[in-house]
């Protein structure tokens, strides 16, 4: 029996592994790099070990501090997850020579699907259906057009070693064919080391079908049905499903059964994905389909697999890593409903997708029922680390239906809160609510086709959420007013005694904030029983009735105002003596926000009165002064005029005066 299970992984698979080891009684060890030592990932563990700094090629990556971890923990096994070293067949080996268990197939098995064009010659042997391509082992440019014109524009040219769809080229006609091929090799020697590429029929409206198969060492092979996963962007998923929209009984036998057959080529055993590319021109899901790739580990989709088949695929990856037989035969694998999958990425659609990493402001899960699941490794207040993937969690449902079960998946990413970084969560709810989508009408180009609906152009901030973050930002200074009076033992003063931002005396001001380039202005008046705003177009309303469903978060001079799935982000641009007000009313020393220090005005042993100011930042642009809390002596100054500090930085410390 495997006893101590180390997960060589970080983030929500980490989370979710830990879940079902510890459900069997297994003593759980995490690993983690530098920034990820108070993760959540690490908090579920039983016991953890630190394998490096963040860079993941000196930690995550790290083949041999990851088997001295393991070793130093007495593991007796380790689950890899995806990615990672989850496919490194080193690693593989790394594990067998120091006598720990893998949770995965055979290093032979991974080296054999490693390699796009050597895992075709594979299972072209066995009779799995390809690509109509080339695959070879010679790459003279001169052949490489004369077999891309012989399959027929428009061609693909995929990188040998790919993934993450890197090193792909789309080529239209023999033309384009050589300049393409040179900047497919470019990218595939720059990502992997290795420029050998193979070519294949470029399908203009294939569909991303694959199918979950499990193997044991007992000669035992089944599969657990199809996932879609046709919606991507950049050639890689954000919402998957099972089954299949659209595939009939007779089909998914078929594919089961090449799935099953790639799996028994290469004697597997575990977990692994046979991907497949369909021809959806006519027939949708029931289109000629081609073996594309298989990956040899848990995938990140595998959760609709679970709802779908009521089965926990990380129990079955440790039943078989401990030598056991599957639990189940082929025609005890039950397919119930539907289930869909979307994936919460820190990334902005407006900007391709491009990951925007940050600070998760505040991360509110909606009740679960039975029906629904988020995994994640976020909690509000944790990082979205510049190092690794931007995937902030995935967020699930399960149905009788399709119909029920996207409109489950709607109503989860509505109701879900990820304040802070730029996200996708309102795009997501655009794509499974699409009429196409739908109707079950999918395919690989279906968010190029519908960009226009589907990242709509944004049409100024909703008095909602301005009236949010106004309220917010009262709610706050008021908070901190009552603070300060009762930190002055003023218990008498209108200020302690005072609710919220009521407490404010000022009757009329004007608040400024920043919405990307645009400024908008506010001006608040406040009455004796309620608070209006006089908006940006000139209406004038009630706070309170004003705010709608939006409610508001905040970070420093940031705003996140949230309202189904929906976030606006707005700066708030203040003046120097506010800014230093503030640092002191906080009663911290601490950068409000990322910044750079331009000017240092005490050190250490300088006595300073309440209110001076010691620092000034700069930040988007606008000097932010920080001022002493108190009278009192410098006891350390952190940093020095030029330095850039990170949001929330302890910048000086001060030591009272002993009254
Ligand atoms: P990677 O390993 O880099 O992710 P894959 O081979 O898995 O690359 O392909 C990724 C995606 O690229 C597929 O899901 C599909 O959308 C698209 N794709 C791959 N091969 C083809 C093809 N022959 N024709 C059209 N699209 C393709």
Redesign the pocket.
């Known amino acids: 029996m495997i006893a101590r299970l180390l997960i060589a992984n970080r983030g929500e698979i980490a989370v979710r592994v830990a879940r079902t080891a510890q459900r069997m009684g297994i003593h759980v060890i995490a690993v983690y790099s530098d920034t990820d030592a108070a993760s959540m990932h690490v908090a579920v563990a039983d016991e953890a070990v630190r394998i490096g700094p963040d860079a993941a090629a000196e930690s995550y990556l790290d083949i041999g501090a990851v088997i001295d971890a393991a070793r130093s923990s007495k593991a007796d096994a380790i689950h890899p997850g995806y990615g990672f070293l989850s496919e490194n067949a080193d690693f593989a080996d790394a594990c067998a020579a120091a006598g720990i268990r893998l949770v995965g197939p055979s290093a032979a098995a991974m080296r054999a699907m490693g390699d796009?064009a050597a895992s075709k010659d594979v299972m072209s042997k066995a009779d799995v259906p390809l690509?109509p391509g080339y695959h070879g082992a010679d790459q003279d440019p001169a052949m490489l057009a004369t077999q891309a014109a012989e399959i027929g524009f428009p061609v693909?040219i995929?990188a040998s070693a790919?993934?993450?769809?890197?090193g792909?080229r789309i080529v239209e006609s023999a033309g384009a064919f050589d300049e393409a091929l040179a900047a497919a090799q470019r990218e595939a020697r720059g990502a992997f080391g290795n420029d050998r590429v193979l070519l294949?029929?470029?399908?203009t409206t294939?569909r991303?079908i694959e199918v979950q198969i499990f193997g044991d060492d007992h000669g035992n092979v089944v599969h657990l049905f199809e996932r879609d996963?046709s919606l991507?962007r950049r050639?890689?998923k954000v919402v998957e499903e099972a089954p299949a929209p659209g595939m009939t009984d007779t089909r998914r036998a078929e594919i089961g059964a090449a799935a099953v057959a790639a799996a028994r080529a290469i004697d597997y055993s575990g977990a692994g994905t046979v991907?497949f590319?369909v021809d959806a021109t006519t027939d949708g899901a029931n289109g000629s389909f081609y073996f594309?790739?298989m990956n040899t580990r848990l995938q990140v989709e595998h959760p609709v697999t679970e709802f779908v088949t009521g089965l926990d695929l990380v129990e079955w990856q440790l039943r078989v890593a401990d030598g056991e037989s599957l639990p189940l035969a082929q025609s005890d694998i039950k397919l119930d409903g539907h289930a869909i999958e979307a994936r919460l990425y820190a990334e902005d659609p407006e900007r391709d997708f491009l990951p925007a990493p940050g600070h998760v402001v505040a991360f509110e899960v909606p009740e679960m029922g039975a029906s629904v699941r988020i995994d994640t490794g976020v909690r509000t207040g944790d990082d979205i680390a510049v190092s690794y993937d931007p995937m902030i969690a995935k967020v699930i449902a399960h149905g009788a239906d399709r119909e029920s079960a996207i409109a489950a998946l709607d109503r989860l990413l509505a109701e879900l809160v990820c304040a802070g970084p730029v996200t996708n969560q309102a795009f997501l709810r655009r794509a499974i609510t699409h009429r196409e989508f739908v109707g079950g009408d999918v395919d690989?180009g279906f968010i190029d086709r519908h960009r226009d609906i589907l990242i709509p152009p944004r049409d100024g901030v909703p008095d909602g959420a301005l009236a949010a973050v106004v309220a917010r930002l009262l709610t706050q200074r008021g908070r901190q007013a009552v603070a300060q009076a009762s930190a002055r033992g003023d218990a008498n003063s209108p200020w302690a005694a005072s609710d919220g931002w009521r407490a404010n005396l000022r009757n009329m001001e004007t608040l400024e904030f920043r919405d990307g380039e645009t400024a908008l202005s506010v001006s608040v008046v406040h009455g004796a029983d309620q608070v209006s705003l006089t908006l940006p177009d000139g209406q004038t309303v009630d706070v309170e009735t004003a705010e709608g469903g939006w409610s508001a978060y905040a970070s420093g001079n940031m705003f996140f105002a949230v309202a189904d799935g929906t976030q606006i982000r707005l700066e708030r641009i203040v003046a120097v003596e506010e800014a230093s007000d503030r640092a002191g009313a906080a009663g911290g020393l601490n950068a409000p926000m990322p910044g750079k220090v331009v000017r240092v005005m005490v050190s250490p042993g300088d006595q300073v009165a309440r209110g001076q100011t010691l620092m000034v930042l700069e930040a988007m642009k606008m000097e932010h002064a920080i001022s002493a809390s108190g009278d009192g002596q410098v006891a350390a100054v952190f940093f020095a005029e030029g330095d850039q500090v990170a949001e929330g930085a302890e910048l000086l410390q001060l030591e009272p005066v002993e009254d």
């Open positions: 796009k690509v693909l995929k790919g993934g993450g769809g890197r792909m294949e029929k470029y399908l294939p991303h996963c991507q050639y890689q991907e590319i594309m790739e690989t």
